[in-house]
């Protein structure tokens, strides 16, 4: 993360596209909240014993917060890409810029994203 710039730069695993994407300016106030209470570590997310953050505490923490939610289907850290790559397709994003965004190397990867809303072609038509 470039707090300096507001950019946070996504490594990609399972041979994705690595990406920059901006940070709003609610995210870099909470960030840079975070670095203040933790100026001794180059961590940006600390568990409660003041080491870095796992991807099996990110994976709990998630799954406890989905059941308090009365999700009913075991939440993973996966979800909320999904529910990014919904919520962009139904706000119309084109499908190329998506697909950058979401580090998909093949188009196909993104487009079931776009293929769930109907209501987006509301008044192509007049009667």
């Known amino acids: ?9 996504l ?3 399972k ?19 975070l670095r203040r209470e933790h100026p001794n570590t180059r961590h940006v997310f600390i ?3 003041g080491a870095p953050t796992t991807r099996q ?5 998630l799954a ?3 059941r308090d939610a009365g999700i009913e289907v075991p939440v993973h ?6 529910s990014t790559g919904y919520k962009l397709a ?8 998506l697909q950058h965004y979401l580090g998909h190397r093949n188009i196909q990867s993104t487009v079931r994203y776009t293929e769930l809303d109907s209501s987006r072609f509301n008044g192509w038509w007049t009667d």
């Open 1 to 9: 993360m470039d707090l300096t710039h507001g950019t946070i730069h």
């Open 11 to 13: 490594h990609r695993r």
């Open 15 to 33: 041979h994705g596209v690595d990406s920059t994407h901006p940070l709003s300016g609610s995210e870099l106030r909470a960030l840079r909240r």
């Open 47 to 49: 568990s409660q014993r």
């Open 57 to 61: 505490n990110v994976n709990a923490m």
């Open 64 to 66: 406890a917060l989905g």
């Open 77 to 82: 850290p996966h979800m909320p890409r999904h």
């Open 90 to 97: 139904n706000e119309g994003r084109d499908t190329r810029s």
